[in-house]
């Protein structure tokens, strides 16, 4: 996340401001808002305007947060509450950092957006230190692993900025080139990863047909457009891939196809998953009632078996479009595609949020890639 990647600079700025070195008595905002149709992600936007925008607060005196936030756009009879008890979340005797998440306000004279969101999301350093430390040594998906959108969008060979008039690799159809000299120049550098990227996506396009009804529907060329050539030894082979069906399929059967995971959802679709960030309770009950609320949960494997093995109850993440809105700005390599799959699915197409929630499965014993998502209908049961 943002804070993450710029972690050493927000502490030189929180020492700048305090004039000494800011400790767990202190308070760092930091505001990561954009304008709704801006397009940026915070990862993108200038990191020293942002820096130099940040602001100071001792935390025994959350009224100056309260009040300097409304004067920014946030309604004090929502941060009231809110500030206080995220404060009281984090009492590590490290800096705390706040951070403002969403769309940025209009200007005067200017209309609201549709379905205008802004949260606050509040961690600590030691916190993201720890998890960061966790990350390496657990995650084998880093962001090493992912092709940035400038590399995606600019010639392989010499680095030309795609204009529109590029070609794809006609083997693989996943980078750009100039023209058939750019692509001869670089083929001896392309070879190898060409030939790992036409093979598995061939072989994800035949687990897809395969097990198109399990929910795992894709595209191999979409799976591996955004993969880099150091993650693609990651992919699961196909005989992963078919054992994870397999899982898959005796999750839906224990838990899907006898009602009993949408029934508990549906009890849940009034309840706020989070007090950090999302919207406010009463929009999220509204929501629920008027079944416009976007839900998604996520399962992992181990969290299965121990339900298999007798544990209390099922347990899985759970998050609905405005806490994914708020995490994926902060987080956009993790969080992105779960809004995106929140809103549309695995059809990548808008379903009925009254009758339908996601479902995301991963088994990171088989792969640190196996996953997959589906749309799991409601039990009403008369609630």
Known sequence: MWQASALDEVERRADDLKG????????????????????????????????????????????????????????????????????????????????????????????????????????DVRDIREKKALLAETSVIGTSHVRSSKDRHQCAHCGKADDGTLKKCTACSQVLYCGRECQKAHWPAHKTECKKRRELAASI????????????????????????????????????????????????????????????????????????????PEVVRQKGLAGTRNIAIYVHREDFLNYLSGGDGLAYDRYDE???????????????????????GWTHEAFDPSAYFVCGCTDRSISPMADSSFLVPFVTGGT
């Open 322 to 344: 405005a806490d994914l809105t708020a995490l994926a700005a902060m987080d956009p390599l993790r969080y992105a595609n779960m809004l995106k799959l929140c809103k549309q």
């Open 20 to 123: 000494a070195k800011a400790t767990g008595d202190d308070v760092l905002l930091v505001d990561l808002r954009v304008p709704r149709f801006d397009g940026r992600q915070p990862v993108d936007a200038d990191r020293q305007r942002i820096l130099d925008d940040a602001r100071l607060f001792p935390r025994a005196e959350p009224r100056r947060i309260i009040a300097h936030l409304a004067a920014r756009g946030f309604p004090e009879e929502w941060t009231a509450p809110v500030v206080p008890r995220s404060l009281a979340s984090h009492n590590r005797g490290s800096l705390v950092i706040m951070t403002a998440v969403g769309d940025l306000p209009p200007r005067q004279g200017e209309q609201m957006p549709p379905d205008f969101q802004q949260s606050l999301i509040t961690t």
């Open 205 to 280: 396009d035949k687990l897809s047909a395969d097990y198109a009804d399990t929910g795992m529907s894709f595209k191999g060329k979409d799976v591996l457009k955004r993969l880099s050539a150091t993650c693609l030894d990651q992919m699961p082979t196909a005989e992963q891939m078919a054992l994870f069906g397999e899982r898959l399929e005796e999750f839906k059967k224990v838990c899907v196809y006898s009602g009993a995971l949408g029934a508990s959802i549906y009890s849940q679709r009034c309840d706020k998953f989070s007090d950090d960030f999302g919207d406010p």
